[in-house]
């Protein structure tokens, strides 16, 4: 079975080809992955703006989708797996209608993906399937969530992230440190200069429940307002005592070690929450996905947790860990496998739930 899968939930424009192997832990083969970002426009603005990210997949889809197919040499497909949510509505409204009108007009199903289910099977994709129960982290611009998968295809939340996602918090503290945007890769480059314990920023804890959350044994929550908040006001002071005028920008050594000392907070506490889940859950194995495990600190760091526990790791190699369309094929075929078949009278669902 050959299937198209189509993403667009937020910046990035992509399309794929995934077909299936028959073998019965590495399933699935990427015959092409095409990603067309929108980075350098949502740069002059410091963040994504939706209306501009929904037009630009209005000129992009067609080329990316023909590029996808003609790279595959597909000249036919069996599905069309689709993003349907979470993500910026508008965006996700033009992969799914394009999604739709294909597979109307090709007679083929189409099926619905959950973004974050894609980001979770990404993983298969580089590693193969994962061994069961596993605990798995999905950590990104919009999103920081625990996974447990005990039965391939079914994913249950253990936590979530209270305020900022990390992705959002990598953001926010490189805008504030004028690194620019995407900021999670610049705070990773400049990162590697500094000093990571110059700054000793404080690691959230958190004490109540979630009272909107179901009550669940083992549950890890995040949270990342607070770390932000400690930069800020750590930054605002640092520029007084320096005598800084506002268009200042502070000496490149306070920049690097903020950045190296805000890093290790964060990757501390993401790895914290995901090896006390796995150890609650004993978990076979855990792995880590969506943008920010592109993060070369979460990597190594991650790896070394893992063989101190004798837990194997998965980490998609870097073309898989951003947003793109083989993840969201190879989800799409796991839920066709498993006997799922969508409608064409589905809606794009900003807030779509996991389950
Ligand atoms: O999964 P993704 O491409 O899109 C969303 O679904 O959000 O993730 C994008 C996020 C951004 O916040 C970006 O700053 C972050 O992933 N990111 C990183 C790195 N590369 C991308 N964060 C930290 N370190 C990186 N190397
Ligand atoms: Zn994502």
Redesign the pocket.
């Known amino acids: 079975m050959i299937v198209l899968g189509i993403e667009t939930?937020?910046d990035?424009t992509a399309a794929a080809v995934v077909d299936e192997t028959g073998h019965p832990t590495r399933p699935w083969r990427v015959k092409s992955n095409i990603i067309a970002s929108q980075a350098d426009i949502h740069r002059e603005w410091g963040g994504i703006v939706p209306e501009l990210s929904a037009r630009q997949h209005v000129r992009d889809i067609c080329g990316v989708v023909e590029r996808a197919l003609a790279e595959a040499q597909a000249d036919r497909y069996d599905a069309i797996a689709v993003t349907q949510g979470p993500g910026l509505v508008g965006s996700l409204l033009v992969g799914l209608s394009f999604a739709k009108s294909l597979a109307w007009a090709r007679g083929v199903p189409l099926i619905p993906v959950h973004?974050l289910a894609g980001?979770i099977e990404s993983l298969v994709l580089d590693h193969g399937e994962l061994p069961l129960p596993a605990v798995i982290l999905v950590v990104?611009?919009?999103?920081t969530s625990l996974y447990r998968v005990e039965a391939r295809g079914r994913y249950e939340l253990l936590g979530r992230t209270r305020d900022d996602?990390a992705?959002?918090a990598?953001?926010k503290i490189a805008k504030l440190l004028g690194l620019g945007y995407?900021?999670?890769?610049a705070?990773?480059r400049v990162a590697r200069e500094g000093n990571d314990t110059a700054v000793r920023f404080p690691k959230t804890r958190l004490k109540h429940a979630d009272r909107n959350a179901p009550e669940l044994p083992g549950r890890r929550d995040f949270s990342f307002s607070g770390l932000k908040t400690s930069v800020l006001r750590y930054v605002t002071l640092r520029r007084g005592e320096l005598g800084l005028a506002e268009a200042d920008p502070l000496p490149r050594k306070d920049v690097v070690d903020i950045a190296a000392s805000f890093q290790r907070v964060v990757v501390e506490s993401l790895l914290d929450g995901l090896f006390d889940a796995a150890r609650w859950y004993d978990a076979h194995s855990v792995g880590i996905a969506?943008?920010?495990s592109?993060?070369?600190r979460?990597r190594a760091d991650a790896v070394v947790r893992g063989a101190a526990r004798g837990i194997p790791v998965a980490v998609p190699g870097l073309s898989l860990?951003?947003?793109n369309a083989a993840m969201i094929a190879a989800a799409g075929l796991r839920r066709f496998r498993s006997g799922y078949v969508g409608s064409l009278d589905i809606n794009a669902d900003a807030s779509l739930a996991l389950t």
Do not use: K, M, R
């Open positions: 939930s937020c990035e973004h980001h990104s611009g919009g999103h996602a992705g959002e990598f953001d995407p900021g999670g890769p705070i990773d969506g943008g920010v592109a993060n070369s979460l860990s951003t947003d």
